[in-house]
């Protein structure tokens, strides 16, 4: 099983940046995607953005332009960075890796975007 830990949320001002990390118990090459999906209480966990093993990355569209993801294979860590933060972004932030077809989840973090 792989270990998934989340780090980085926290309360920023509406316009702002939050850069999410998630560090993987396996090597990154070895991975099949890393990405990370939200959830609020009104709505289930929803897909945000995914990075695969290649480098191809995909956005939802709500985050397209302002969310970056990325991956450093030195430190086994994935990266979300979140800039232009909107009210809308206040969600519980989940990783996960698909690891040999298997999805393995965090535990979450709190991202809490305030007007």
């Known amino acids: 099983q792989v270990q998934v830990v989340e780090s980085g949320g926290g309360l920023v001002q509406a316009g702002g940046s939050l850069r999410l990390s998630c560090a993987a118990s396996v090597p990154i090459a070895s991975i099949d995607i890393m990405g990370w999906h939200r959830q609020t209480p009104e709505i289930q966990r929803d897909f945000v953005a995914h990075?695969?093993?290649?480098?191809?990355?995909d956005y939802a569209d709500s985050v397209k332009g302002r969310f970056t993801i990325s991956m450093d294979s030195t430190k086994n860590t994935m990266y979300l960075q979140m800039n232009s933060l909107q009210l809308e972004d206040t969600a519980v932030y989940y990783c996960?890796?698909?690891?040999?077809?298997?999805?393995?989840w965090g535990q979450g973090t709190q991202v809490t975007v305030s007007s």
């Open positions: 990075i695969m093993s290649n480098g191809e990355t």
């Open positions: 996960f890796i698909v690891f040999r077809g298997n999805f393995n």
